[in-house]
């Protein structure tokens, strides 16, 4: 794959209506030396993306993606056809939320023998929620945090085209 294979990318992404910008790409090592070896992408007068400091390969505004990363783990199957993945900030999704269980108990007519409390990590700013009880009989106390999270990409096993499907697109070698 090169450049001009890269062109062809982006026209099915915009075939498939995907997000005219903000796309990204991860592309293998195989890959990612074909991106690197092509005289436009090391010319200044094209895209002037040379590598040389970086351990992986960073492209930046390359053939209508924001950015094209060298990902080695795309496949870790050697005989696997696939090379690269790519797509929009729709491809992949992921939500994450501070559950609220302050008053379920209440709201069940049952004996609260946990409290629930919100916590937020001050680097982050990611909102968790605190749970303490104290075991009944021994007197130990207990402290954790709960997090919900979720995760989708492409079809999810539904129809072709539903869900995120084509907000992305697999890469496979010839």
Known sequence: MNLDSFESVRN???SQKALGSGRWALADKNLALAIQNDDRTKS??????RNGDRGYRVWQDLCGFSWVREYPDVTTDMNAPFIGICGDRRAITMAVRRPDFSNAAEQ?????????FPIEDDETGLQLLGVQWQEVGTGDVY??????????SGNQGGAPGSVTDNAGLLLRSA
């Not at 200044?44 to 993306?49: A, G, R």
């Not at 069940?108 to 629930?116: D, H, I, N, W």
């Open 12 to 14: 099915q992404l915009n």
């Open 143 to 152: 402290v954790s945090c709960a997090i919900l999270f979720g995760i989708g």
């Open 44 to 49: 200044k007068l094209f895209y002037d993306e």
């Open 108 to 116: 069940l007519g049952v004996p609260q023998v946990m409290e629930f």
